[in-house]
């Protein structure tokens, strides 16, 4: 079955500094892949998506590559603030079917201390 | 931004009551899905629902959960007979078409006791 692995957390950086959340996947098909963010406090919002391999998907500053040779899709920004502390999630959805739900790995928690 | 809501935020109940969860979905979307997170574990999906009826579900979703959309707004998770072991953070879903971007409410925290 369909599968995501994160890295695991807590991640603790300073601001500006580089952040990496790996994300490997497992699946049949051809999935669209998805970071979701989780702010303290709220529900999971969409912070990027691909949908086939070599797309990237960036927002905020944040990017992830799918890479279908490795089965990665792993977050990156060059300078993270402390206002991108919260948990991040990579997520799958299989495409090409109507009403796919989505795998989601655990979560890696991100704190950015000034 | 268009919003889920969900209600309520924090419920405690004791084993082996019923619990209700609200989520009022997004207008105009037609693709409702309910998942949780027990803490400390991976985000995992119970079931979706289109059309008024459910159009997959999870292992998990055994008959002891059923999804409902009373009114045309609402769309409600019961739990029946709750256990220790359904104490979890459940998050309602919604999207406009399958597939696509799915919106999140901010979740139900339930904790049984």
């Known amino acids: 079955g369909n599968s995501v692995t994160q890295m695991e957390g807590p991640v603790t950086l300073s601001e500006e500094a580089f952040l990496t959340i790996n994300c490997t996947y497992t699946a049949t098909g051809y999935p669209s892949l998805f970071w979701y963010v989780q702010y303290p406090g709220e529900g999971l919002q969409l912070l990027l998506k691909a949908t086939k391999a070599d797309d990237k998907g960036s927002n905020k500053g944040f990017e992830a590559t799918y890479r279908k040779e490795t089965t990665s899709f792993h977050l990156e920004k060059g300078s993270v603030q402390v206002s991108d502390s919260a948990v991040y999630f990579c997520a799958l959805s299989e495409r090409n079917s109507g009403n796919t739900p989505l795998v989601f790995g655990k979560g890696t928690r991100l704190s950015v201390i000034a | 931004e268009p919003e889920v809501t969900q209600t309520p935020s924090h419920q405690v109940t004791q084993m082996g009551q019923e619990v209700i969860l609200r989520c009022v979905p997004i207008?105009?979307?037609?693709?409702f899905y309910w998942y949780r997170q027990i803490l400390g574990q991976k985000v995992e999906f119970l079931v979706s629902?289109?059309?008024?009826?459910?159009?997959?579900k999870s292992e998990i979703f055994d008959d002891q959960f059923s999804v409902e959309r009373p009114d045309g707004s609402n769309f409600t998770l019961k739990i029946r007979s709750t256990k220790l072991e359904d104490s979890a953070m459940y998050f309602c879903?919604?999207?406009?078409?399958?597939?696509?971007?799915?919106?999140f409410g901010q979740g139900t925290r339930l904790t049984v006791v």
């Open positions: 629902f289109y059309n008024n009826e459910i159009s997959e």
């Open positions: 879903a919604s999207s406009e078409t399958g597939g696509g971007r799915a919106f």
């Open positions: 207008s105009n979307h037609l693709y």
